[in-house]
């Protein structure tokens, strides 16, 4: 994960997006840890038989670093 958000920042990217499934707090907990937090934002992915609802999480790549594990 330091790997893409240190990629993200190589390649002059400012915001980092994300998207989890609701209700999977294992994995929110994870992004929540590395300084990333659902913003409010939601998607239909409809690219499967049966379509999944996601939520977006952001985090601010320019800001001072909160992330965990690097």
Do not use: H
Request: glycine share 12%.
């Amino acid at each position: 994960f330091t790997a893409a958000e240190t990629g993200l920042i190589a390649m002059g990217f400012r915001t980092g997006y994300l998207r989890v499934l609701p209700g999977n707090e294992r994995a929110v907990g994870f992004y929540r840890r590395r300084g990333w937090s659902p913003d409010g934002r939601t998607k239909i992915d409809d690219r499967f038989e049966l379509p999944v609802s996601e939520v977006r999480c952001s985090t601010d790549l320019t800001g001072p670093s909160n992330r965990k594990g690097a």
